[in-house]
Structure formats: structure tokens, C-alpha cells
């Protein structure tokens, strides 16, 4: 396929992009192809903004980690960083985005399906990016209270 000038080849991409987000749209949902292409709390803070990070590997073999800043047993700030596919980015930053604010005690009593329900639905073969996120916070907080 040829082009004719650059606006052609810009169009094309653009459409194509939009093709792309359809189809994600159909096999996810609005919200988590959102939560993937635009994550919250994505990437590693500055380490004086961290009280406890623990990277965790499912057995679908991709790893998460958070980083949790933590004053009085309450999360003042979660990031996370993953290596998985699309729905594990989206697990990740809504598990930021529930446990942003919350005591320790709250986020031990998260379970899959409320993460998964969070996230408005995911695909029964993604219902395993639900439980990463959730094994891989509660190993951090396992490993901050063996601290303190």
C-alpha cells in the first residue's frame, strides 16, 4: 500500500488506532481498555515515597509490583508496575485506585471478584489478572508489617 503524502499515511493510522480500541473495546470493556492505555499510578515513585514494594509472579507468569507509602496503617500511595498484557495494567491501577486511602485491615479483606467487579467485567480468560493484583498487594502488606 502506497501513499500519497503524509496526511494519508496520518489518516490511516488514526483510523486503524480507532479500529484497534473497537475490538479491544468488544473483547474488554470501555473502562478497562481506558484503565490499559491510560494506567493510573503507573511506574516506580521516588524511594522516600515508599514504605514497602513487593513484586509478585502469578502462574500465568506475569509479575506486579506495588509500591505503597503507608503512615498510621492507612495507604497514603500506591503505584504498581506489571510486565503483563493489557487487563493486568487495568487490575493493577484500579487496585491503586480502591486502595488509595484505606487502612491495611480494609485491603487485606479485598477479593478478586471486588477487583474484578471494579473493573466492570473482565473476560473469564483475564479473571486471573484480578487475583495477581490482589496477591501482589497483600504480599506487600505482608512484608510492611514484618517491618513495623
Same mark, same amino acid.
Given at each position: 500500500?502506497?501513499?500519497?503524502?503524509?496526511?494519508?499515511?496520518?489518516?490511516? *493510522?488514526?483510523?486503524?488506532?480507532?479500529?484497534?480500541?473497537?475490538?479491544?473495546?468488544?473483547?474488554?470493556? !470501555?473502562?478497562?481498555?481506558?484503565?490499559?492505555?491510560?494506567? %493510573?499510578?503507573?511506574?516506580?515513585? =521516588?524511594?522516600?515515597?515508599?514504605?514497602?514494594?513487593?513484586?509478585?509472579?502469578?502462574?500465568?507468569?506475569? &509479575?506486579?509490583?506495588?509500591?505503597?507509602?503507608?503512615?498510621?496503617?492507612?495507604?497514603?500511595?500506591?503505584?504498581?508496575?506489571?510486565?503483563?498484557?493489557?487487563? &493486568?495494567?487495568?487490575?493493577?491501577?484500579?487496585? &491503586?485506585?480502591?486502595?488509595?486511602?484505606? &487502612?491495611?485491615?480494609?485491603?487485606?479483606?479485598?477479593? =478478586? %471478584?471486588?477487583?474484578?467487579?471494579?473493573?466492570?467485567?473482565?473476560?473469564?480468560?483475564?479473571?486471573?489478572?484480578? !487475583?495477581?493484583? *490482589?496477591?501482589?498487594?497483600?504480599?506487600?502488606?505482608?512484608?510492611?508489617?514484618?517491618?513495623?
Amino acid at each position: 500500500m502506497s501513499y500519497t503524502s503524509k496526511e494519508d499515511f496520518d489518516k490511516f *493510522v488514526d483510523e486503524l488506532q480507532k479500529e484497534i480500541v473497537n475490538n479491544e473495546i468488544k473483547d474488554f470493556n !470501555e473502562y478497562i481498555v481506558e484503565l490499559f492505555h491510560h494506567p %493510573r499510578n503507573w511506574g516506580k515513585p =521516588p524511594l522516600e515515597d515508599v514504605s514497602v514494594s513487593e513484586k509478585y509472579q502469578g502462574p500465568c507468569g506475569d &509479575t506486579m509490583e506495588f509500591f505503597l507509602k503507608i503512615k498510621d496503617d492507612y495507604i497514603q500511595k500506591a503505584n504498581f508496575y506489571t510486565d503483563g498484557c493489557g487487563a &493486568t495494567v487495568a487490575a493493577g491501577s484500579q487496585m &491503586t485506585l480502591l486502595v488509595e486511602g484505606k &487502612t491495611l485491615d480494609f485491603v487485606k479483606t479485598i477479593q =478478586p %471478584r471486588d477487583l474484578d467487579n471494579a473493573l466492570k467485567g473482565l473476560p473469564g480468560d483475564h479473571k486471573h489478572c484480578a !487475583e495477581l493484583s *490482589v496477591n501482589a498487594i497483600k504480599k506487600a502488606i505482608e512484608k510492611y508489617k514484618l517491618k513495623v
